[in-house]
């Protein structure tokens, strides 16, 4: 699996769209972008993923480059609740029951 | 039903103790994972069961012995357990194989697991 760098930590205010960037400059033309977020002594819990055109749901906006070495998650109106480290994982959709490999993340705080 | 089921959520144990972590779901996964995450760091994986049977192993030491009784029920059965030890043990579930990969995984709320 391709590996991703995300920054540290990022601050955004309530009510703001909050832009968490993640680079993937070794993804291979068969791996998916996938984010999870991990609330507070909470398990990850599944936002969103894509391949190469840019996708959205009820969650949050998954923004792919052209050249798919970078992505960006949106999350349009951020609230407190959104508190929470931000994973991008970067694996192959199928093969078999491998799990996932997680990294360090972004912590992103929401301000009031 | 949409939830992986966890107990107990805290657990404390002595060195000599020997208890059980149980992992249940309902969503007819056939995939079901065990991960160890340390105060600040993200989840790592111990253990993949794949229909049953025990697919992936990350040289996890031998003090966590995994149990897959049947489709729906996962153990972490732990004895001799070091101090180090202490972390959220999470489980995991998924449909199999690239399914599981379409449709993401679903987490548990962990154990929270002190050994003294």
């Known amino acids: 699996d391709a590996k991703t760098t995300q920054p540290t930590s990022m601050d955004c205010a309530e009510g703001r769209a909050a832009n968490l960037p993640c680079n993937h400059s070794t993804i291979s033309g068969n791996e998916y972008v996938y984010w999870y977020r991990q609330i507070h002594s909470q398990g990850p819990q599944y936002i969103i993923h894509?391949?190469?055109n840019n996708e959205t749901n009820e969650m949050a906006s998954l923004i792919i480059t052209e050249d798919r070495k970078s992505s960006t998650l949106i999350l349009p109106h951020a609230t407190l609740r959104d508190t929470a480290v931000y994973y991008c994982?970067?694996?192959?959709?199928?093969?078999?029951?491998?799990?996932?490999?997680f990294g360090k993340g972004t912590h992103l705080i929401i301000q009031p | 039903d949409t939830e992986v089921t966890q107990t107990p959520k805290h657990l404390v144990m002595g060195m000599t103790n020997k208890k059980s972590l149980k992992c249940e779901q309902h969503?007819?996964?056939?995939?079901m994972y065990w991960y160890k995450q340390k105060a600040k760091k993200p989840p790592e994986l111990m253990f993949v069961y794949s229909y049953e049977k025990l697919s992936i192993n990350e040289s996890v030491p031998s003090r966590f012995s995994p149990e897959c009784p049947n489709s729906s029920l996962l153990n972490l059965h732990l004895h001799a357990l070091q101090p180090e030890d202490s972390a959220l043990y999470l489980c995991?579930?998924?449909?199999?194989?690239?399914?599981?990969?379409?449709?993401?995984?679903?987490f548990g709320s962990g154990t929270r697991l002190t050994v003294v």
């Open positions: 894509g391949l190469k």
């Open positions: 994982i970067v694996r192959t959709r199928g093969g078999g029951a491998d799990g996932l490999t």
């Open positions: 969503m007819g996964h056939r995939a």
């Open positions: 995991a579930s998924s449909l199999h194989g690239g399914l599981g990969a379409l449709y993401g995984y679903t």
